[in-house]
């Protein structure tokens, strides 16, 4: 087994030990804004080994790199306040070349960089192995332990998301990775290293494949991570070219860990995001069309033109018109037929409009949305193929098959498929009057690129049809740039890095819908890391309803029920848009339990305003919970200050200073079951 090579990464300001491995020297400096810019010039230079690593031919990256041609190209700014440099190692012999392409945020002390190997021989290069785009040793001058904090990925439970955490010990391995080959699959890809002394990293990585992520505790206090693709192990084609899952480390330094939590939270909405307007994108509330009425249909298997517009006429009747409209799975053909055994999930592949139920397409509905105000989104899976669907037997030759399966995987990874997917859902976009697109991905795929690899070219499969998704996923936002992307993937099994710059997960997880206890586990996990997610909800009692707040939400209540109330509908929609811009500002947990998921505890959280010191707090007491009082302490407010404290179901307000609020705040709620939501502002004496 090779040995690996780290690097320690070399702000004192962080508490970092100035040296590489092995001996090497690297200089110190200061924790100005500058920061993270000179530690880039720092670990990017020729000579040094650069915190990443590679075999290649059978030998470790670190006893060559330092030899091979090195460059460093400055590049155009593109963003303002982003920092971004081209650097490329090239190996004289077989012409090898690696092209690190890094962005550096100095306003975030944030960092993220991609690598891209190109064979610029004219024969296959040799075997290229074992990449890991960061290869990397953290030291902390403290001495006490390292903690990671991360979170659960998707397995459809209670669980989804739960917060995590582990103490590393030296020697002692943590190793995680996605199932299936979805990026958020039983794992997910953020993480947030602590030290005692008030510094650490957060770290992302981008891949919406299979990434694994090692950490190891180190003698010192210090951890060493290593991460990259799973399965890599090919030669590459002359001019044949490949990149990798990218990475992030952005550095905090504050009294707990939530200061490097809610930088990362406002990284991720300014920088990271999608812009409409040079704006962040923002994902929207929605409502559906009476989501899988009547039964036995499911999901829109029974939809109609006349029914989607009797529906959104009745929204606007009593004045609950949503930013939009929300056509999930069922409306193309032989999704409908019911009769047959037929579904939204076994007619995949065949896109085309059922005629029988939309005789005049999508167009008349997306009209009727527009006409009210409101845009029109439409849900899609290109890559999942039934066999014997129409694009299964009729574009049979961009398919990848696998043993044991019922459909196919469409080839992202073939330009000419990927090239006529583009224009195909593109096309049906502009036709249809569709504004925001929706893709969901229920299968999972690793087994299908693997079975497809050529001998010797493991992984390959898999790097050409994640290149394809973010390429169909760019021409999209570039061909519509008022648009946004909701990335489902049977409910947030595709959330990483790289897919938060292109979409979001609007349909968070496929865990059994509307239960409040998961719903606010979810919520509270979640949230130490990605504040533009979302979920549906189909009641409007308190407890429930108050589960799915958030940045996005799809209300899936069923408005021509007799036993729907109108009055309570209005009643959530003023609530949420109350509450939803606070999800965009910090979070702090207020309640931390082993277990978030039981129905004996209370759980609540704090959304924190710091531009004019406002914010909510809402609290839920489950039904098994004994006390009905618990005591919280505030995070962000002024010590000095007085803040009024409204009750948003009773109104009933009290009065505390900024250093009552942080030393303990008394939350009542006298029956099991039910929830409270409290506004606090600052008050200008």
């Known amino acids: 087994m090779l040995k690996k090579i780290g690097i320690y990464v070399c702000l004192r300001v962080w508490g970092l030990s100035p040296h590489y491995a092995h001996g090497q020297n690297v200089a110190k400096f200061t924790g100005q804004s500058t920061d993270v810019v000179e530690w880039v010039g720092s670990h990017f230079k020729?000579?040094?080994?650069?915190?990443?690593?590679?075999?290649?031919?059978?030998?470790?990256?670190?006893?060559?790199?330092?030899?091979?041609?090195?460059s460093a190209e400055r590049v155009a700014e593109s963003e303002p306040g982003v920092v971004e440099q081209t650097y490329t190692w090239t190996d004289k012999r077989t012409k090898l070349q690696v092209m690190c392409q890094l962005k550096a945020y100095p306003a975030y002390n944030a960092v993220e960089w991609v690598l891209r190997f190109t064979n610029g021989g004219a024969t296959d290069s040799p075997t290229l192995q074992a990449v890991k785009v960061i290869d990397m040793d953290f030291h902390y001058d403290s001495s006490d332990r390292i903690t990671l904090h991360y979170a659960d990925g998707t397995h459809v439970s209670k669980a989804d998301f739960h917060p995590r955490k582990k103490v590393l010990a030296p020697g002692e391995t943590l190793q995680i990775s996605p199932e299936s080959g979805r990026s958020s699959d039983n794992a997910f890809p953020f993480f947030n290293i602590e030290s005692a002394s008030g510094q650490g990293a957060m770290v992302a990585v981008g891949w919406s494949g299979t990434w694994y992520a090692d950490f190891t505790g180190n003698a010192g206090n210090g951890v060493s991570l290593m991460s990259g693709m799973k399965w890599l192990d090919t030669y590459l084609h002359a001019d044949e070219s490949i990149r990798t899952p990218s990475i992030c480390l952005l550095f905090w330094k504050g009294g707990d860990r939530m200061v490097g939590h809610n930088l990362f939270r406002r990284f991720i909405i300014e920088q990271q995001t999608p812009k409409i307007h040079g704006k962040p994108a923002r994902y929207p509330i929605s409502a559906s069309f009476n989501y899988g009425d009547p039964f036995p249909c499911n999901e829109y298997t029974c939809l109609t033109t006349d029914y989607a517009l009797a529906i959104i006429n009745r929204y606007k009747q009593f004045k609950l018109t949503p930013e939009v409209f929300w056509l999930d799975a069922g409306w193309y053909a032989h999704a409908g037929d019911v009769e047959n055994n037929k579904n939204w999930s076994n007619t995949v592949g065949n896109w085309t409009i059922d005629s029988a139920r939309f005789p005049d397409g999508l167009k008349p509905i997306s009209d009727a949305a527009h006409r009210v105000g409101a845009k029109f989104m439409v849900w899609f899976e290109p890559e999942r193929v039934i066999k014997?669907?129409?694009?299964?037997?009729?574009?049979?030759?961009?398919?990848?098959?696998?043993?044991?399966?019922?459909?196919?995987?469409?080839?992202?990874?073939?330009?000419?498929?990927?090239?006529?997917?583009?224009?195909?859902?593109?096309?049906?976009?502009?036709?249809?009057?569709?504004?925001?697109?929706?893709?969901?991905?229920?299968?999972?795929?690793?087994?299908?690129?693997?079975?497809?690899?050529?001998?010797?070219r493991r992984g390959i499969h898999e790097i050409r049809h994640i290149e394809g998704l973010y390429a169909f996923w760019d021409y999209l936002l570039e061909r519509f740039p008022e648009g946004i992307i909701d990335n489902c993937a049977s409910g947030g099994r595709r959330i990483d890095f790289e897919s938060m710059k292109r979409s979001a997960p609007m349909w968070r997880t496929d865990y059994h819908y509307g239960e409040p206890v998961g719903y606010q586990t979810h919520t509270y996990g979640l949230n130490f890391f990605l504040p533009q997610t979302g979920t549906g909800v189909d009641k409007d009692d308190r407890f429930t309803f108050r589960s799915s707040l958030g940045t996005s939400v799809v209300y899936n209540w069923k408005v021509t029920d007799r036993a729907s109330s109108i009055t309570e509908m209005l009643r959530c929609q003023t609530e949420f848009s109350a509450v939803r811009p606070y999800f965009y500002e910090d979070y702090y947990p207020l309640t931390t339990h082993d277990d978030m998921t039981t129905d004996s505890i209370w759980m609540a959280y704090q959304l924190h305003r710091p531009s004019d010191n406002s914010g909510y707090i809402v609290g839920f007491r489950r039904q098994e919970a004994p006390d009905s009082t618990i005591t919280?302490?505030?995070?962000?407010?002024?010590?000095?200050?007085?803040?009024?404290?409204?009750?948003?179901d009773t109104h009933d307000v009290v009065m505390k200073t900024g250093h009552e609020l942080s030393q303990g705040l008394e939350l009542s709620l006298p029956d099991p079951c039910s929830s409270l939501l409290l506004k606090y502002t600052i008050q200008n004496d």
């Not at 650069?50 to 670190?62: A, K, L, N, Q």
């Not at 919280?632 to 948003?648: D, F, M, Q, T, W």
Request: with cysteine.
């Open 46 to 70: 020729k000579g040094l080994i650069p915190p990443f690593s590679f075999v290649y031919d059978g030998v470790h990256s670190s006893k060559f790199i330092g030899k091979w041609n090195f």
């Open 388 to 456: 014997e669907s129409d694009w299964g037997i009729n574009l049979r030759k961009w398919m990848l098959d696998a043993k044991g399966t019922d459909a196919y995987l469409f080839d992202l990874g073939n330009k000419e498929a990927r090239d006529w997917l583009c224009g195909f859902i593109g096309d049906f976009m502009e036709a249809n009057g569709i504004d925001y697109y929706r893709q969901d991905f229920n299968m999972g795929v690793d087994n299908f690129w693997a079975e497809n690899d050529e001998p010797g």
């Open 632 to 648: 919280v302490k505030l995070s962000g407010v002024s010590p000095g200050k007085r803040y009024a404290i409204e009750n948003s």
